[in-house]
């Protein structure tokens, strides 16, 4: 460890553990901050091309490959993984889904890709759909609501552990309701209309 200042003998110092959210916290320090500004929630590629695409795994790994490849993707890539989509988005305390994810929902649901056809984000009702199935599909991992949660953190018989584990998927759930709040949301321009010939 190593001070920002000099310290006096004597004086109490304080630690921090960095902004990390509750799910980090409580894994790796055994504590929770309720509430905490710094929580995410995680949606893992997998759950997103599961949820809104019907292509092979060959297809999705190819996919990837291309969008690495144009730097589109790298932010989400970790030390080991090579052609698989174990990787995953991260939706801030805002709710904010970040735009990286929505390129990932288009490209894999877009017809073909290329590097040649990598599509613009257009905020699309396809789109919009999308987005919300995939939330819809994270929302659906918990066995409980947020008001199912809330109802438990008012007990005062609750074991300490099991109080910091519902902090930490409240947390998620909040957020992900936020996320969902945003998308539903959007302004979303009617579809072309068809020019009869």
């Known amino acids: 460890m190593r001070s920002i200042r000099t ?54 790994r190819r996919r990837i490959d291309i969008l690495d490849e144009e730097g589109i993707f790298e932010e989400y890539s970790s030390q080991n993984y090579r052609s698989n989509y174990y990787r995953a988005f991260e939706i801030p305390y805002s709710g904010k889904v970040p735009e990286e994810m929505y390129l990932f ?19 699309t009702e ?24 809330e109802g438990l953190l008012l007990r005062t018989d609750l074991p300490l552990r099991k109080r910091m584990a519902i902090e930490v998927r409240l947390g998620e759930k909040r957020i992900i ?16 209309k068809r020019v009869k010939t």
């Open 7 to 60: 310290i006096s003998k004597g004086e109490q110092i304080y630690n921090t553990y960095g902004n990390l959210p509750n799910s980090d916290l409580l894994r790796r320090y055994g504590y929770v901050i309720p509430s905490s500004r710094d929580d995410i929630v995680e949606i893992p590629c997998e759950m997103i091309v599961d949820t809104i695409s019907s292509l092979s795994k060959d297809q999705v």
């Open 126 to 149: 396809q789109l919009r759909m999308a987005v919300l199935d995939v939330l819809g599909a994270r929302l659906a991992k918990y066995e409980t609501s947020i008001e199912d949660d």
């Open 177 to 192: 309701r936020k996320a969902v709040d945003r998308v539903e949301a959007w302004d979303v321009p009617p579809p072309p």
């Open 105 to 123: 929902c288009v490209a894999m649901m877009a017809e073909e890709l290329d590097t040649t056809t990598i599509p613009e984000v257009e905020k």
